[in-house]
């Protein structure tokens, strides 16, 4: 493991003296515990159950909507998330998914995890949670659990395995000045992410009330005539996308042409709200071949055609891509791009 830290960090060997290498185990005030499985009859009552959905989805595990099932009191005593407990993905469709890792931040109920994820329970006199979350999300925790990633079906990781892993741990006073840093930087792009949502429900908003209630500008003076949709204005028609724009699916890639600096931004999955709509936090940098078809400029119009999330919520859920001050982004096979047909007749 230490071959991995000096890879990933090649100046490994001039950290300040004060920080050390240990196994992530010592760091552990218990064992790591893999999430508990139940029955279907079990489910719909009971205690919140974090899935996969929302480790995928949320780096802060906190009050999100989830899930319920029904826990005894021995399971309540063994399986329940605090405060500060790290969780890790133990399998994962793609590579990049396996182990991923978030936190969970004061959770207003008892909460429980599902069997597909591990727990680890930090002693805080030795650690800082958040010092070893952001650990995980940056390039030397990424290549830590690739070197512990078995790939069969599934790609995953196991606790076994997980414990074993050498981390930097610098003296907590470091390990809390840096995790204040960060933080505040969480904090801006949370309050940009707010505000960039709350004008996306506004165009939504105004979409609904024009296009789809039909209370656009002088629609008192609009007839309204009968379609297969039902009622529309009188002149509009009703036409198949394809005879208005054409799909363009994006590219198949592997998971070596991901990086972490350089190359293109990489538009995936994960860049489409669940409900619809863009998250910038989902945007990857992608070093490979790609043809004209399978890139994207600000304004195109981007949907997914596949899902992780076992709600299926994400599928055909469109975004427009933003402004971000970068010319092409590449797309995954994932998403298709909407292309606007140069032309449409008015016959």
């Known amino acids: 493991m230490n071959n991995v830290l000096e890879q990933a960090y090649p100046s490994i060997r001039e950290l ?33 159950i974090i899935n996969m959905g929302e480790l995928f989805d949320y780096n802060f595990i906190s009050n999100q909507e989830m ?25 994962s469709l793609v590579l990049e998914g396996s182990g991923k890792c978030s936190i969970v931040v ?10 597909s994820i591990i727990r680890a329970r930090l002693n805080k006199d030795e650690a800082e949670p958040k010092f070893y979350y952001y650990l995980f999300h940056s390039p030397l925790g990424r290549a830590l659990m690739a070197s512990i990633t ?16 050498k981390v930097p741990h610098p003296p907590l006073i470091s390990q809390r000045k840096i995790t204040a840093i960060l933080s505040a930087y ?22 609904r009330e024009w296009f789809v209630s039909f209370r656009f500008p002088g629609h008192k003076q609009v007839k309204m005539v009968d379609s297969e949709l039902g009622l ?16 363009c699916r994006g590219r198949s890639y592997r998971s070596i042409e991901l990086v972490e600096e350089g190359g293109l931004p990489f538009l995936n999955l994960k860049c ?27 304004g195109d119009i981007i949907m997914a055609v596949t899902d992780m999330t076992q709600e299926r919520r994400i599928v055909a859920r469109a975004a427009r ?27």
Do not use: C
């Not at 992530?24 to 009552?45: A, D, S």
């Not at 099932?69 to 407990?85: A, F, I, M, P, R």
């Not at 969480?186 to 979409?207: Q, W």
């Open 67 to 91: 899930k319920r099932v029904e826990l005894t009191q021995k399971e309540l005593e063994k399986n329940l998330v605090k405060d500060g407990d790290l969780l890790f993905a133990r399998r």
């Open 16 to 48: 300040p003296e004060e920080w050390t290498i240990k196994q992530f185990q010592e760091l552990l005030i218990e064992p790591v515990r893999n999430g508990i499985y139940k029955k279907k009859e079990f489910h719909g009552r009971g205690q919140k």
């Open 150 to 165: 078995t790939q069969t079906a599934v790609s995953g990781i196991t606790g076994s395995n997980l414990v074993l892993l």
């Open 106 to 115: 004061n959770p207003s109920e008892d909460t429980t995890f599902e069997s």
């Open 232 to 247: 529309i204005p009188e002149e509009w028609e009703v036409k198949k996308v394809s005879e208005v724009a054409n799909p």
């Open 186 to 207: 969480d904090h801006l792009i949370e309050n940009n992410t707010r505000r960039i949502k709350i004008l996306e429900e506004m165009a939504r908003s105004l979409y």
């Open 321 to 347: 891509v933003p402004k971000t001050g970068e010319d092409i982004f590449v797309f995954s096979m994932d998403l298709v791009k909407i292309v606007p047909k140069d032309v449409i007749s008015n016959d």
């Open 272 to 298: 489409i709200e669940r409900d619809g709509g863009f998250r910038h936090d989902g945007i990857k940098r992608y070093q490979g071949l790609s043809k004209e078809t399978q890139t994207a400029r600000a």
